[in-house]
């Protein structure tokens, strides 16, 4: 399966500022994904990075809040955006192709104080 | 709507033992995959076993093996000879319907295994 690599590991931002995350495959795959899980809670879907066009964001999630940039097929970046303590949460990347599997990167961990 | 429940918050079992976690979910899809994802305190979500709906026979992967029952809609995920790195919050998944395989998934709430000595 592929080498995911998402950086940073974790941060501790302060409320009003915006952090991006990056995450980084060893090989070009079909599908990238950005994950939100808040603490103790299961994953819930951000969006889906799209290579070379605007990502598809799920209900409750907006682009301005969660740009994403997806320049090629094994790079994706997602910024969250004018943070506040509800931000708070682990945020994962996964990765997938069409006889592939998701496959996830092992997430950065965001504080806001 | 798509729906995945794991109706156990937590369970706990001893080293050695077998121990089996519950899912069910609810789909308009004939065919499909479901997977069974563990957690640990390390936090990277490691696949453990999946199952494609339209075969009859359960998959099994070393220690870890399903009950999958398509008609009642239930996929449990079976551990035997329980190891203590097996401690984790272990979710089950569901691929959106209408979206590919592997596309995206929707996750059950999660159910924390521990594993005592």
């Known amino acids: 399966s592929a080498v995911i690599s998402q950086k940073p590991s974790r941060d501790i931002c302060q409320r009003g500022t915006s952090l991006t995350i990056q995450c980084q495959v060893d090989s070009q795959v079909t599908m990238m994904f950005w994950y939100r899980q808040q603490p103790g809670q299961s994953l819930t879907l951000i969006a889906t990075a799209n290579q070379g066009s605007e990502a598809t964001y799920e209900s409750g999630f907006v682009i301005d809040k969660f740009p994403i940039s997806r320049p090629n097929l094994t790079f994706s970046t997602l910024t969250v955006s004018n943070m506040s303590p509800e931000d708070s949460s682990i945020y994962l990347c996964?990765?997938?192709?069409?006889?592939?599997?998701?496959?996830f990167g092992d997430g950065t961990r965001l504080s806001i104080l | 709507a798509q729906t995945v429940t794991q109706s156990q918050p937590e369970m706990s079992v001893q080293e050695a033992e077998t121990v089996t976690l519950s899912c069910t979910y609810d789909t308009s899809e004939s065919n499909y995959y479901l997977f069974w994802y563990k957690q640990p305190p390390s936090r990277q979500m490691i696949l453990v076993i999946r199952q494609e709906a339209y075969k009859q026979q359960n998959a099994t992967e070393n220690r870890f093996s399903v009950n999958f029952q398509k008609a009642a809609k239930s996929f449990s995920l079976k551990i035997s000879d329980s190891q203590l790195g097996d401690t984790a919050m272990y979710f089950c998944a569901l691929p959106r319907a209408g979206g590919t395989s592997y596309g995206k998934l929707t996750f059950g709430q999660g159910t924390i295994l521990t594993v005592h000595p």
């Open positions: 996964s990765v997938a192709g069409y006889n592939q599997p998701q496959h």
